[in-house]
């Protein structure tokens, strides 16, 4: 999951700064994005989006004001309309309206981020509830937590990946509720090499929905200023670690080594249950490591899991990051394509 919202969250804390967060609840019509989008906004920056253009403007003057106003309740929701009303230069939308929540983060909320931060680490789904009320309460709820409220319950349900929300109505003397969905992505990608391409693939994967894993067998070959969300492993055996991949995982193989990038392609036409098996080099690499897989005794269709040469075709740009728009295109063109078809 990419939680740059959370990672800015525990840094307005940490510094003592204050900030708010913002999250889309439902939408109606055409909008940059769905319910369940955030961003965090301080008096400095954003972390996160909610779709961009002028509903997200609109929507950072919102949580501003609400962060200088102590008046204010400390958690609101209002209705945002795409129409002229937000402005003459309206690029995006299309005519429709979001219902957004704007809450004020401080020092008392250090607990339920905390938390949401340990299950995030953990790659499990959670809810944050937050009730609207003068003094708001946010709590995270947790598959195995005790009492669920059945909207919560409904959007833990296995197997859901898709960001959610949902404006619970106060009843029976309880106060009215948001509910958002925090899911791990289904988008896992297994990286292996640390190189210029790795580098490169890594930073315009950094605004992907999808969990990226890093792996490299130097262990100080990795990027100091690389985002506190992306898991980096140092291997002494990479190969090793294809055995930790989910099923359905997508890996990228660009060691620097060819003996290695073999290794780590045979463990993983082995096993069978991949979504994405590409390696970088030439048709030259490609068949040579076909070659080492029949003198293994594999039978040639074995091969047919294996993306060599990578990138888009028609992108011919040889650069570490033109290399990485390339694969990064063909990467979501296939996820794309593969969730049409499920």
Do not use: N
């Not at 319910?35 to 779709?51: D, H, L, S």
């Not at 958690?75 to 995006?92: H, Q």
């Amino acid at each position: 999951m990419s939680a740059d919202w959370l990672d800015a969250l525990e840094d307005a804390l940490a510094a003592g700064r204050g900030a708010a967060l913002v999250t889309v609840i439902e939408v109606e019509g055409s909008t940059p994005r769905g319910a369940g989008a955030r961003m965090t906004v301080t008096g400095e920056g954003i972390a996160g989006t909610i779709g961009g253009g002028r509903l997200e403007l609109v929507a950072i003057k919102r949580a501003r004001r609400l962060l200088s106003d102590g008046e204010r309740p400390g958690a609101m929701v209002e209705r945002l309309a795409l129409d002229r009303s937000l402005g003459p230069s309206l690029d995006r939308g299309g005519g429709g309206a979001a219902r957004i929540l704007v809450q004020r983060i401080g020092a008392a909320d250090a607990g339920w981020i905390g938390e949401a931060r340990a299950h995030a680490a953990k790659h499990r789904s959670f809810v944050v509830a937050t009730t609207l009320e003068d003094a708001p309460k946010t709590t995270v709820i947790a598959e195995d937590a005790p009492e669920t409220p059945d909207a919560a319950r409904a959007m833990l349900a296995p197997g859901r990946t898709a960001p959610g929300a949902a404006l619970i109505e106060a009843r029976d003397h309880a106060p009215a509720m948001v509910l958002g969905l925090v899911a791990p992505s289904d988008f896992v990608i297994f990286l292996f090499g640390a190189g210029h391409v790795g580098r490169a693939i890594a930073r315009v994967l950094e605004g992907v929905p999808c969990r990226l894993v890093w792996i490299d067998d130097r262990e100080d070959i990795f990027p100091p200023d690389r985002p506190r969300h992306m898991e980096t492993l140092f291997a002494a055996e990479p190969a090793r670690l294809v055995a930790h991949a989910p099923p359905g995982a997508w890996f990228l193989v660009m060691t620097h080594s060819h003996a290695l990038d073999f290794a780590i392609c045979e463990r993983v036409l082995t096993r069978g249950d991949f979504a994405y098996l590409g390696l970088i080099g030439s048709k030259i690499k490609r068949a040579r490591l076909a070659r080492r897989m029949a003198e293994a005794g594999y039978p040639p269709e074995i091969m047919r899991g294996l993306v060599c040469p990578i990138g888009l075709a028609g992108i011919s740009g040889r650069t570490p990051g033109e290399i990485a728009v390339a694969v990064a295109a063909e990467l979501l063109r296939l996820r794309d394509a593969s969730r049409v078809a499920r």
